[in-house]
């Protein structure tokens, strides 16, 4: 049987530390990607290709499966349809935009702040 989940005041600090180790780590590993130059080279053999696509592959439903979690349902159906990386790119940009929208007002909730739509 599955442990039960820490109360949230408990799980506050260690989240808000692992969330952003996380995203220090992702903005590390973002900046060590390869310029454009490096990938055109990479691309010239073909095992760094089959390797793209399988991870592509992978990661594609990845996002779409969390977007399915999300309550994103229609989000996910249009990302599965999208074949432009830049269209996908940005479809994950607004399930992130979104997201961090309900974070922030779930943490004024909790602070008892009313959010006063403009």
């Known amino acids: 049987m599955a442990e039960p989940d820490p109360p949230r005041e408990e799980a506050g600090p260690e989240f808000a530390r692992g969330l952003f180790d996380s995203l220090v780590l992702g ?3 973002g ?5 454009a130059e490096q990938r055109g080279y990479a691309e ?14 992978q990661l594609s439903g990845m ?8 309550a994103q349902q229609a989000a996910a159906e249009r990302f599965g349809q999208l074949e432009d990386a830049s269209d996908r790119f940005e479809s994950v940009v607004g399930l992130s935009d979104r ?20």
Not at 63 to 70: A, K, N, P, V
Not at 109 to 115: E, F, P, S, T, V
Request: proline share 6%; no cysteine.
């Open 27 to 29: 903005t590390r590993l």
């Open 31 to 35: 900046n060590e990607l390869p310029t």
């Open 44 to 57: 010239t053999f073909p095992p760094f290709n089959q390797a793209m696509a399988l991870s592509g592959g």
């Open 63 to 70: 996002i779409s499966g969390f977007m399915g979690q999300q």
């Open 99 to 118: 997201l961090l929208e309900r974070v922030d007002s779930d943490l004024d909730a909790a602070r008892g702040l009313k959010n006063h739509a403009v």
